[in-house]
């Protein structure tokens, strides 16, 4: 068993070896010599004379007990004690954890949030005013000016959601990655459930427009296009659920689940109001 061992341990630095003299192929000018490796330590020693500035007689120049072709291997420097295989870079390790708050990532979240909240405010006054139980409560201050307003509220909040996303450099975004469905390719999103987003925007953009074009349109051709309302909500929830990552905290993510479900009950129980008016009607 030990001797099996030894000969995979043998291979497994053959090949690591190899790889580092197929890395210094077409680097190094061996001037028709023969390639030598006199120290064993994977270099060969016009590679260590031409590119590392090793020493070709010393398997380990720097004396850190690494062989210099292992320290090439993990991209630590073999002239340098202090530079080995495994070695945190302390230096980096606390530039990477003082850099700068990502304000960008914080914009594209509570904008997020805050369209969800005005679309949701949105599609509830427009339920709510047509509930027999909600009527009562929200006619009042219930207009269509107000209706409007907080579509167009929504609206704005997400395009504050998608430019800003052209300012994160960790995903890369470019204008047809947020205006296309499907265009983008990034590993950051899921792609799906991005398309959705972007389908459920341009539902809103149609619904708000046509709402403040209302009285220069067919009453007819505006209550059907306001039937894309259910479908826009729907994709809208998919994307922030799915895409979302403020979603892993169970409290935002049950907040945003349990409103989504307390405007379906109230848009069934408005269904079954209206079907229940039509029947008493015909049966009278």
């Known amino acids: 068993m030990k001797k099996i061992a030894t000969s995979l341990m043998v291979i497994l630095i053959f090949f690591l070896f190899a790889k580092i003299a197929l890395a210094q192929e077409g680097q190094v000018d061996y001037k028709g010599e023969v390639i030598v490796d006199s120290d064993l330590d994977g270099l060969t020693d016009k590679g260590e004379e031409q590119i590392y500035s090793t020493n070709p007689g010393n398997p380990d120049s720097d004396g850190d007990g690494y062989l210099d072709g292992a320290e090439i291997l993990s991209g630590a420097d073999p002239t340098s004690v202090g530079s080995y295989p495994g070695k945190i870079d302390i230096a980096q390790a606390v530039a990477v954890v003082s850099d700068k708050t990502p304000w960008v990532w914080y914009i594209v979240r509570a904008s997020g949030l805050l369209s969800f909240i005005f679309l949701w405010l949105t599609i509830f006054l427009g339920l709510a005013i047509r509930n027999p139980l909600l009527k009562k409560i929200i006619d009042p201050f219930y207009s269509l000016d107000l209706h409007c307003f907080t ?134």
Do not use: C
């Open 151 to 284: 579509a167009a509220v929504a609206i704005f909040w997400v395009l504050v959601h998608a430019t800003s996303l052209l300012f994160d450099p960790m995903i890369g975004f470019g204008i047809k990655d947020i205006s296309i469905p499907y265009f983008s390719q990034s590993a950051a999103v899921d792609t799906n459930y991005m398309a959705l987003g972007i389908m459920a925007f341009y539902m809103m953009a149609i619904m708000t427009v046509t709402s403040y074009l209302r009285r220069h349109i067919s009453h007819r051709l505006w209550r059907v296009l306001h039937f894309l309302n259910p479908l826009a909500f729907i994709f809208v929830v998919s994307h922030g659920y799915h895409n979302g990552t403020d979603m892993e905290n169970v409290y935002i993510a049950g907040a945003y689940l349990g409103s989504s479900a307390l405007l379906v009950l109230i848009y069934f129980s408005s269904l079954a109001a209206v079907f229940w008016g039509k029947f008493n009607k015909k049966s009278v």
